[in-house]
């Protein structure tokens, strides 16, 4: 609801400003997927720029207004958002103005203070050099402060916002812009980026109002990040030109982190092509008066030519983009091949086309016009990338004469009636995914009437969502197999739905016509959605059936297996049970056994007698006494040999040695004899007990 009241506010407008019919405009953009929902509505007459809340309040507004510190110097027709949601950039015919936006503060989600009108700070870009028409401005996705420039002289421009008065690179598209080429169709009307995939990160495609479309590669920002592993992928190549730009850019790769890139002004890449369009029976050269181009991020490169005629070509890129910076007369031409040719129906009043991509959903492009809004669902999609990504023969070549995508009209702009001519275009489109509005298709037509149609996520996987830096594999880029009830859901999804109706007030066709136009509609709904849909409905209903049936045959067959292995793990369990129940009563008849055994080995043991005990303990006394004695001795004898030795050393030649008296050698004599004796009872009472102890034994 946020979203309709900041649209709803704006002033109403007439009728259509004539720069809008000449002009690409878009006056309504989206924060991304991050913004919660936030849209930016712009207000050509004051320049101003009007955005949603997430979190309204019903106390507070629910929009604000931005409004730019410098005005900008001419009038603005478009908004555009950089890929980190960070600057606006409000593009008129001859002015490109950027806005910061402010940060985000309280739990609404509202810029700087929460006021009505916030002043946010803008940088008028390359002023100089816009004195040539715009014709269309987009913001290079690698980085977030530069933006990217076409004028009507046939120069894309390059801007950094550190340095906006003069481009940062600057190509000439076209060699000869004059009036006598733009009458042949050699001029430049458009330009898209690359998928994120090989060297087509840096690439960047232009149209040129005769259809041809031709490539400038690498287009590569100052102090961009990109993956390590992409420069790796990049290396491998033998080119002389190329090598020497990467070792220039940066020294060493690495093959986890992030690398900044920093390319050399002096290495300019030129313009290549135009493609060779294949087939080559189209009558028109595949159009004229082109107008618009958008790259779709598949593998391989698709891109969606339109012109002002209300045809849109899907085109697929046959070779691998590669970069060039001079002219080589062995370069090759690479080709195009066109899948399909759709009719948008438009009357013989030509209309600028508007293309939007769906970032979530891969196959789905959004096409705006004066009359209104179509969508293509690029159904083909699947079936080519897995074609490209088998390797060998055994893959089969998708019908490209039956390749037919989804087309249906989501808003009518114009009158019903085929005899008034008043139509409201619409002049902004975004995609609003967030938690408070969802997923839905938001637009705006010229009298400031706000539309919203809500959308469905893709029931497949995107084949190219992961589209970094390593080429794509099988394994990453096929999608996988989505169920019966998907398909059936995607299958009634077909069919031409019936388009909102937004045209002005002033159309009132009668009621015969509305009448008449009513009775088609549903001629065209029963025969295309109740009778095609629903016979192709049953039919995948009738293939899932017997899809279930073959699966349940197996899983009662794996059932069957499994019951059987059941059984034989029961069997063998219990046969295991059984073995241990009678290891158990062997362990216990071994232990009675060795019981036994042990009280036998106890009762065949000697039994000592009293005495025995005695004579033993008294033959441990005498061992220590005789122990003692020997020490005592040995001390003696210690004391002896050091007397000897100091009477030895002592030289009296006065005196005369010490002599023993009588006396004294015989209380000597005694007391040597007692030992000795003592000593002989000693050891004879120890032989008499060892031969009675032998004795005994």
Not at 71 to 97: D, E, F, Y
Not at 156 to 167: E, F, S, V
Not at 560 to 567: F, H, K, R, Y
Request: proline share 6%; aromatic share 6%.
């Amino acid at each position: 609801m946020a979203a309709t009241g900041a649209v709803a506010l704006l002033p109403r407008v007439s009728e259509v400003p004539a720069e809008y019919k000449e002009y690409s405009h878009s006056l309504l953009v989206s924060a991304g997927e991050n913004g919660d929902g936030r849209l930016f509505a712009l207000e050509t007459d004051e320049r101003v720029v009007y955005t949603t809340i997430p979190a309204p309040s019903t106390n507070l507004p629910d929009l604000q207004i931005l409004r730019c510190d410098r005005p900008p110097p001419s009038a603005v027709s478009s908004i555009h958002i950089n890929c980190s949601g960070t600057h606006l950039a409000l593009v008129g015919p001859h002015s490109v103005c950027t806005m910061a936006i402010p940060e985000q503060k309280g739990s609404r989600g509202a810029f700087g203070d929460g006021g009505p009108e916030i002043v946010c700070q803008s940088v008028v870009v390359g002023d100089f050099y816009h004195s040539s028409r715009i014709l269309e401005m987009k913001w290079h996705p690698l980085s977030s402060n530069h933006l990217v420039v076409l004028t009507q002289d046939g120069v894309l421009r390059m801007y950094n916002l550190d340095a906006p008065n003069t481009p940062e690179l600057a190509i000439r598209v076209c060699s000869d812009q004059s009036a006598y080429q733009a009458t042949l169709g050699n001029y430049a009307v458009s330009f898209d980026f690359g998928p994120r995939s090989g060297w087509d990160w840096f690439a960047v495609y232009v149209l040129l109002d005769s259809g041809d479309v031709t490539v400038i590669c690498p287009v590569v920002p100052q102090q961009c990040v990109v993956p390590g592993s992409l420069l790796q992928d990049l290396h491998n190549t033998t080119d002389a030109d190329t090598l020497d730009w990467l070792k220039q850019c940066v020294v060493e790769p690495g093959p986890q982190q992030d690398v900044v890139l920093t390319p050399s002004p002096q290495h300019i890449p030129i313009c290549q092509g135009p493609f060779r369009m294949l087939p080559g029976n189209s009558e028109d050269n595949y159009g004229c008066q082109a107008c618009r181009i958008a790259a779709i991020p598949a593998f391989p490169t698709v891109l969606v030519l339109a012109d002002q005629g209300g045809f849109v070509y899907l085109c697929v890129t046959l070779q691998t983009t590669q970069p060039r910076w001079k002219e080589n007369k062995d370069m090759t031409t690479d080709t195009l091949f066109v899948l399909e040719k759709i009719d948008l129906e438009f009357p013989a009043t030509s209309s600028l086309v508007e293309f939007l991509h769906d970032s979530l959903t891969l196959e789905r492009v959004f096409v705006s016009h004066a009359r209104g809004v179509h969508c293509i669902r690029l159904t083909w999609l699947d079936s080519l990338a897995e074609f490209c990504l088998t390797e060998g023969a055994g893959s089969a070549l998708p019908d490209v004469e039956n390749l037919r995508s989804d087309v249906s009209d989501l808003v009518c702009t114009v009158s019903l009636d085929a005899t008034q001519d008043c139509t409201a275009p619409v002049v902004g489109l975004a995609v609003a995914t967030g938690t408070s509005v969802g997923y839905m298709l938001c637009g705006v037509t010229c009298e400031r009437e706000l539309f919203r149609l809500p959308l469905r996520a893709a029931l497949t996987r995107p084949i190219f969502a992961g589209v970094d830096t390593t080429p794509p594999t099988a394994a990453t880029a096929v999608p996988a197999m989505v169920g019966v009830e998907a398909k059936v859901e995607r299958i009634l999804q077909k069919g031409n739905d019936v388009p909102l109706l937004k045209a002005p007030d002033s159309a009132r066709p009668d009621a015969q016509y509305c009448l008449q136009k009513l009775i088609v509609l549903t001629e065209a709904i029963r025969s295309e959605q109740l009778v095609g849909c629903v016979a192709l409905a049953s039919e995948e209903l009738k293939h899932g059936v017997e899809a279930q049936r073959e699966a349940l045959h197996v899983q009662q067959q794996q059932m069957d297996e499994l019951q059987a292995t059941v059984a034989k793990l029961l069997e063998s369990g219990q046969q295991q049970a059984e073995r241990q129940r009678q290891l158990q009563s062997k362990s216990g008849n071994l232990v009675e056994r060795l019981k036994l055994v042990a009280s036998a080995l106890d009762a065949d043991l000697p039994v000592i007698s009293d005495a025995e005990a005695a004579y033993n303990e008294e033959l441990q006394v005498m061992q220590r006494q005789l122990r003692a004695l020997q020490i005592k001795q040995r001390e003696i004898e210690s004391k002896l040999r050091k007397c000897q030795t100091l009477s030895a050393g002592r030289q009296r030649p006065q005196s005369a040695a010490p002599t023993l008296t009588n006396q004294q050698q015989e209380l000597y004599k005694s007391e040597i004899a007692e030992i000795n004796y003592r000593i002989k009872q000693l050891l004879g009472g120890i032989q008499n007990l060892n031969i009675s102890n032998e004795k005994t034994a």
